[in-house]
T-cell receptor, first 114, second 114 residues
Framework: KNQVEQSPQSLIILEGKNCTLQ??????????LRWYKQDTGRGPVSLTI?????NTKSNGRYTATLDADTKQSSLHITASQLSDSASYIC?????????????FGRGTQLTVWP | EADIYQTPRYLVIGTGKKITLECSQT?????MYWYQQDPGMELHLIHY???????EKGDLSSESTVSRIRTEHFPLTLESARPSHTSQYLC?????????????FGPGTRLTVT
């Protein structure tokens, strides 16, 4: 069964600290992995997209890694800011159809305290 | 910022009412999607469309219907709302093609059925 599991479920850190969010997946055949940021009451916004051949991709203070062999990804946030408080969702796409079926994790709820 | 819009943003309605959630995008995208998301849970695909006059049901059984008469417009209709329909509904669109194409989300509609 194709699944996407994220950990931790929630995380509280102090402003300025770094943190790492984890994503494990069993989706096959793999096409790409995306990290989204979703503010409360808003739609998800894409942070990174990685294909099979990409190991790391950065977007400002966000750095995503991908290990396609172990089917694991991480999202590292550097020097956290209060505006980073949001849910971070890992989404994996398969290659099985034109739709590029998306499998969503439940997200990690990050809270940054001043 | 993606040019995809949803109205209303919030809706409280009584049981048995007919409602239509609006979604429109100005990017000329062929593929559009409706997702349902409960708090702290993953997004579930309920409907999708590959283009005008093309609509399909997603993974999650839904009593809603959709139509795609124009490329830019993908409304979702509930003929008779029930409390079990209370949820957040997210619309998304993707440009044509497969692989690492970006999926853009609207801001969502928070529906409460009393």
């Amino acid at each position: 069964k194709n699944q996407v599991e994220q950990s931790p479920q929630s995380l509280i850190i102090l402003e300025g600290k770094n943190c790492t969010l984890q994503c494990n997946y069993t989706v096959s055949p793999f096409s790409n992995l995306r990290w989204y940021k979703q503010d409360t009451g808003r739609g998800p916004v894409s942070l990174t997209i990685m294909t099979f051949s990409e190991n790391t991709k950065s977007n400002g203070r966000y750095t995503a890694t991908l290990d396609a062999d172990t089917k694991q990804s991480s999202l590292h946030i550097t020097a956290s800011q209060l505006s980073d408080s949001a849910s971070y969702i890992c989404v994996v796409s398969d290659r099985g159809s034109t739709l590029g079926r998306l499998y969503f994790g439940r997200g990690t709820q990050l809270t940054v305290w001043p | 910022e993606a040019d995809i819009y949803q109205t209303p943003r919030y809706l409280v309605i009584g049981t048995g009412k007919k409602i239509t959630l609006e979604c429109s995008q100005t990017m000329g995208h062929d593929k559009m999607y409706w997702y349902q998301q409960d708090p702290g849970m993953e997004l579930h695909l309920i409907h999708y469309s590959y283009g005008v006059n093309s609509t399909e049901k997603g993974d999650l059984s839904s009593e809603s219907t959709v139509s795609r008469i124009r490329t830019e417009h993908f409304p979702l209709t509930l003929e008779s709302a029930r409390p079990s329909h209370t949820s957040q509904y997210l619309c998304a669109s993707v440009s044509g093609g497969t692989g690492s194409t970006e999926q853009y989300f609207g801001p969502g509609t928070r529906l409460t059925v009393t």
